[in-house]
């Protein structure tokens, strides 16, 4: 097993268990801020890591898994550095490679359309439209934030919110149902398997509802997941 291999696995693994920590406890809380710091840099590594792995090999779904959760989460983590109602070049930057993500995913959904063979170990034709539409959405987010001049209050924390926790999604996605052949043989196929999958979104439900019934969204939340 190679040392880039390693350490994209054992930073997925930090990644997945500081994540489910962070989103159990209160938010804006020590303990939060310290295990979304660490689910933070732990979800970079992985994210560039598998980007590493998968452009040799070809592996386009994995390369796109990995920029997305790699945007997702640097976008969420800035969300909350930077002082509510202001926005810069970062988020420029960041609307600018998810409508660069868009077209790219495009581009290859219209070439397998046009040649199923055309794109190595290509998925269902219509999961490259859903991702480019997701991408897209994300960049016109981003445009929204910058048009405002930046975000605050509810909206600030709900955008940080659902982007960590998207992030943490694919990466429990990637793991259960991606790497099955890691876990043990009786667990293959078993629909259990979706459980820590969609925990983190359940999670994500729970706490953007809370965000709409209490005020702590108004206290100043330090970088975290």
Known sequence: MSPILILHAGAGTIAMLSGLVALSVAKGARLHQIFGT???????????????LAIPLQQW?????????????????????????????FEV?????????????LYFGFKVVANPKAV?????VAAYFVLAAIFALCGVLDLKVILGGGISGKPRIARHLWRMCVALTVATGSFFLGQQKFLPQSW???????????????????????????SWYAQPVAASS
């Open 38 to 52: 660490v689910f933070f840099a732990a979800m970079l590594t992985m994210s560039a890591m598998g980007i590493w």
């Open 61 to 89: 779904g994995n390369v796109i898994g990995g920029a997305f959760a790699f945007y997702l989460v640097a976008t969420a983590w800035m969300t909350v550095r930077r002082r509510p109602g202001t926005a810069g070049i």
């Open 93 to 105: 930057v960041a609307m600018l490679a998810a409508f660069t993500g868009a077209a790219v995913i």
């Open 120 to 124: 190595a170990g290509n998925g269902p």
């Open 188 to 214: 293959h196929g078993s629909p259990w398997l979706f459980v820590p999958v969609f925990a983190p979104l359940l999670l994500m439900a729970f706490w953007l509802v809370r965000i709409r019934l209490k």
